[in-house]
C-alpha cells in the first residue's frame, strides 16, 4: 500500500488557517510540511518543542537572510504557527518552500509595491512593465515546484501519512508527486475571490500571454485593493474584506466567523 500525501490549500485569510489547523489536528499526519521557506525549519522546530512565540519572532527578525519586516509575510501563517506546539505532538514538520524561490517572491513583492505607488500617484499603468515583472514572477514560482517537490519526497520517505499546506499551486505539486504516493487536495476557506494580481498571475501561468486591456483592468483594481483595503489593516484582514465585497451576493458571506480551534 502506497503512502498518502493531502495537500491542503490555503488561502491568505483567516478563515484558511483556522481551517488548517483543525485539518492538521483531525487528520494527525506523521509528516506536516509548511510552505515556509525552508531557512525557517529549525525556528519552526524549535516553536513546537520550547520556544514560545515571541522568541520565535525575535530569531525570525534576527536573521538577515529573512526579508523584514518579517512580521508582514508571516502574517499569514500566524495562527498556524501559534497552535503548532498544540496540534504537532508526534508529527515531524519540515519548511518546503524554496528559498532561493522564496527570496525571489520577496524581491517580486518590492517591484510590485514600487510600481504600485509609481502608477497610483500618476493615475497612469504602464501595462508592459507590469506584465513582464508578474511573468517573471510566475516563471520564478514555476521553476521552484520541482525542487519543493523534491524536497518533500527525499524527507518524507518512511513516512505512511503526510499533509501537505500549500497556496494555490496545489495541482502542480499533486502532479509532481503522484508518482509516489497516493495524493488528494482539500480547498480551504471557501468561498474565496482571487485579489487582482493573482488573477493576472494565473492568467499567465496558464496561458503565457494576456492582452493590455485586461492586464490594465486587473492591475487598476489592484492599485485599488492596495488604496483602500491594505493600506488600512493587515494583508489577511485585507484580502477578507475584498472577499466579502466581490461574494457580497452570498446569504452571510460578509458576517461570517470562524471560531480559532
Known amino acids: 500500500m502506497r503512502p498518502s500525501l493531502g495537500i491542503v490549500v490555503k488561502p491568505p485569510t483567516r478563515r484558511g488557517a483556522i481551517e488548517a489547523v483543525k ?66 505532538e508526534q508529527i515531524d514538520v519540515y519548511c518546503y518552500q524554496d528559498d532561493e524561490s522564496f527570496r525571489e517572491d520577496a524581491e517580486f513583492a518590492l517591484k510590485i509595491a514600487l510600481l504600485t505607488v509609481r502608477d497610483a500617484v500618476r493615475g497612469e499603468v504602464k501595462v508592459d512593465e507590469w506584465i513582464d515583472v508578474v511573468k517573471r514572477g510566475v516563471e520564478s514560482s514555476e521553476r ?54 493573482e488573477i493576472l498571475r494565473r492568467i499567465l501561468r496558464r496561458q503565457g500571454e494576456v492582452d493590455d486591456e485586461t492586464a490594465e483592468k486587473l492591475v487598476k483594481e489592484h492599485i485599488r485593493f492596495i488604496r483602500e483595503y491594505v493600506y488600512y489593516m493587515p494583508f489577511t484582514e485585507a484580502v477578507e474584506k475584498w472577499v466579502a465585497e466581490k461574494l457580497y451576493w452570498m446569504p452571510g458571506r460578509a458576517g461570517d466567523e470562524v471560531r480559532e480551534a
Open 144 to 197: 521552484a515546484l520541482e525542487r519543493e517537490a523534491n524536497y518533500i519526497s527525499e524527507n518524507g520517505s518512511g513516512y505512511g501519512r503526510i499533509l501537505c499546506v500549500s497556496g494555490f499551486e496545489a495541482k502542480e505539486m499533486k502532479e509532481n508527486l503522484k508518482d509516489l504516493y497516493d495524493t488528494w487536495i482539500k480547498y480551504l476557506g471557501q468561498p474565496y475571490h482571487f485579489p487582482p494580481l
Open 23 to 88: 485539518s492538521i489536528r483531525r487528520l494527525r499526519p506523521e509528516a506536516l510540511f509548511l510552505n515556509l521557506p525552508k531557512r525557517m525549519e529549525k525556528y519552526v522546530r524549535k516553536l513546537r518543542e520550547e520556544a514560545s512565540y515571541e522568541e520565535f519572532m525575535e530569531e525570525v527578525m534576527e536573521d538577515p537572510w529573512l526579508p523584514q519586516p518579517s512580521g508582514a509575510w508571516i502574517k499569514e501563517h500566524e495562527i498556524i504557527l501559534k497552535h503548532l506546539p498544540n496540534i504537532s
